[in-house]
């Protein structure tokens, strides 16, 4: 059983821009057929290798375009640090914390932060309605950067929506992923959209993919990958010796503040 969908523009689309996410959930399961792969389902509709794909461990997409330049293009060299301002989202109530020196900060809902692109953070989810006292901690990996007015970057941050249907399917056991993409501005439907809270999941219509489609094959022909969400059942490992490796080595992070109301 799989659950997929596209959701449509996030608020950069008020500087002309729109930032969409598709979502795709699926249960792992394990097969003891074996049979032979044709060798066609790794070419794409053109005839050309599939470099990445959804299933993909993660940081393997985000290691090589550490060695690229804006877009992915390729580049001479490792490109500058960039910390991209993300906020996560989530229904009212839900909670999110970032890592820090091995423990979590203060939960807070909408949290925003600069993520360094080309690394994989590992963050905690908590406050889920229904399900008092469990915590999911998935990862988000920063894939590329957007470029924003000069000035305006942590006014339209990249935008990571986490719904109920995600947080369900995660505590089901199920794998949720989100690939978060920077739409073409010469296919992109002019879509309005209503100022959003930080505990708000609405002014997003999903579009159901099918199960059988890569996710991060779909976002590609759609627009340019920024950030792929994983949401599973994963747990912090009691061993503090495995702590470096889940938290995949702790990568820094700069907190963006709110200004106060």
Same mark, same amino acid.
């Given at each position: 059983?799989?659950? @997929? *969908? !596209?959701?449509?523009?996030?608020?950069?689309?008020?500087?002309?821009?729109?930032?969409?996410?598709? %979502?795709?959930?699926?249960?792992? %399961?394990?097969?003891?057929?074996?049979?032979?792969?044709?060798?066609?389902?790794?070419?794409?509709?053109?005839?050309?290798?599939?470099?990445?794909?959804? %299933?993909?461990?993660?940081?393997?997409?985000?290691?090589?375009?550490?060695?690229?330049?804006?877009?992915?293009?390729?580049?001479?060299?490792?490109?500058?640090?960039?910390? $991209?301002?993300?906020?996560?989202?989530?229904? $009212?109530?839900? *909670?999110?914390?970032? #890592?820090?020196?091995?423990?979590?900060?203060?939960?807070?809902?909408?949290?925003?932060?600069?993520?360094?692109?080309?690394?994989?953070?590992?963050?905690? !989810?908590?406050?889920?309605?229904?399900? =008092?006292?469990?915590?999911?901690?998935?990862?988000?990996?920063?894939?590329?950067?957007?470029?924003?007015?000069?000035?305006? @970057?942590? *006014?339209?941050?990249? !935008?990571?929506?986490?719904? =109920?249907?995600?947080?369900?399917?995660?505590?089901?056991? $199920?794998?949720?992923?989100?690939?978060?993409?920077? =739409?073409?501005?010469?296919?992109?439907?002019?879509? %309005?959209?209503?100022?959003?809270?930080?505990?708000?999941?609405?002014?997003?219509?999903?579009?159901?993919?099918?199960?059988?489609?890569?996710?991060?094959?779909? @976002?590609?022909?759609?627009?340019?990958?920024? @950030?792929?969400?994983?949401?599973?059942?994963?747990? #912090?490992?009691?061993?503090?010796?495995?702590?470096?490796?889940?938290?995949?080595?702790? #990568?820094?992070?700069?907190? !963006?503040?709110?200004?106060?109301?």
């Amino acid at each position: 059983m799989a659950i @997929a *969908r !596209i959701t449509p523009p996030s608020n950069l689309l008020n500087v002309g821009w729109a930032l969409p996410s598709l %979502a795709i959930a699926c249960v792992l %399961a394990t097969s003891t057929a074996s049979t032979a792969a044709d060798p066609s389902q790794y070419l794409s509709s053109n005839g050309q290798h599939r470099l990445f794909n959804g %299933a993909m461990p993660p940081g393997a997409i985000a290691a090589t375009r550490q060695m690229a330049g804006p877009g992915g293009t390729a580049a001479m060299g490792v490109q500058a640090p960039y910390y $991209q301002p993300v906020q996560i989202r989530g229904p $009212q109530g839900v *909670r999110f914390a970032l #890592p820090q020196t091995g423990s979590f900060q203060d939960p807070e809902p909408g949290l925003m932060a600069g993520l360094l692109v080309g690394q994989v953070y590992r963050f905690q !989810i908590s406050g889920i309605r229904g399900a =008092e006292g469990a915590e999911l901690f998935p990862t988000l990996e920063m894939v590329d950067r957007t470029y924003p007015p000069p000035g305006l @970057a942590t *006014r339209y941050p990249i !935008i990571v929506t986490i719904d =109920e249907e995600d947080l369900q399917a995660a505590l089901d056991g $199920q794998l949720v992923t989100r690939v978060i993409y920077l =739409e073409d501005p010469q296919t992109a439907v002019p879509l %309005a959209q209503e100022p959003t809270t930080d505990s708000d999941t609405g002014g997003e219509t999903p579009i159901d993919v099918s199960q059988f489609q890569d996710p991060l094959q779909v @976002a590609d022909r759609l627009g340019r990958v920024v @950030a792929i969400l994983r949401i599973g059942s994963l747990a #912090p490992p009691r061993s503090h010796e495995l702590a470096p490796q889940f938290f995949f080595g702790y #990568p820094t992070w700069a907190p !963006i503040f709110k200004p106060e109301s």
